[in-house]
């Protein structure tokens, strides 16, 4: 089932919103560091952007579970080098700053944890959302037929015999051409 932009961009704030709060916080907590404003801005838009391209239809759990281990990698990466810049100065913002990154293995852990719950949580939203519009859907629709009036052109009992009076039609362009109305001959 697609659906129309402003629920679609409900949707996509929900997932880019959740994974953006899961991960700052459990960055935050396991680095015992807060992740600047700008790195916090910098990953949800680029989560946002991401799963803009993912809410096009209903998704399953593997689906939105992949997303959200991708956005908990990419958020992780994103909070990790602002956490790093912040704390070094611009110049150490680089593949080094990451991997100087407090939390290693453990918070990465962490991350696919929390994504994995998370994903569970939107997929339930993302179910119960789409039956009730196929349940609203399947519960208009008959009241929408009965409630549109039934447009018949009206009909006009034709005389079998033109009248002797009617000037013939001109057809100048078409003068010669000839009508046959049947399937062919054989």
């Known amino acids: 089932m697609t659906e129309r ?17 899961v991960s700052v916080g459990g ?30 239809r209903e998704r399953g759990l593997g689906a939105i579970a992949g997303w959200m281990a991708w956005g908990q990698l990419a958020l992780h990466l994103v909070f990790s080098t602002a956490q790093s810049a912040g704390a070094h100065g611009a110049h150490a913002a680089g593949p080094a700053a990451v991997e100087a990154a ?23 939203g993302e179910a119960a959302l789409f039956s009730y519009l ?20 009206e009909r006009v009992p034709s005389s079998p015999f033109p009248e002797r009076d009617a000037p013939a039609p001109v057809t100048p362009y078409l003068r010669h051409s000839l009508v046959l109305r049947g399937p062919p001959a054989l």
């Open 27 to 56: 960055h935050t907590l396991t680095s015992d560091h807060g992740v600047p404003f700008g790195g916090l801005l910098a990953g949800a838009a680029l989560v946002y952007a991401f799963a803009w391209a993912a809410t096009g």
């Open 5 to 21: 932009p402003p629920l679609r961009a409900a949707r996509t704030g929900v997932f880019a919103s959740v994974c953006t709060a």
């Open 102 to 124: 407090p939390g290693g293995a453990d918070m990465l852990a962490a991350h696919m944890a929390a994504g994995a719950v998370c994903a569970w949580w939107l997929r339930q």
């Open 134 to 153: 196929r349940l609203t859907a399947s519960a208009l629709l008959p009241l929408l037929v009965l409630a549109v009036p039934r447009l018949t052109p």
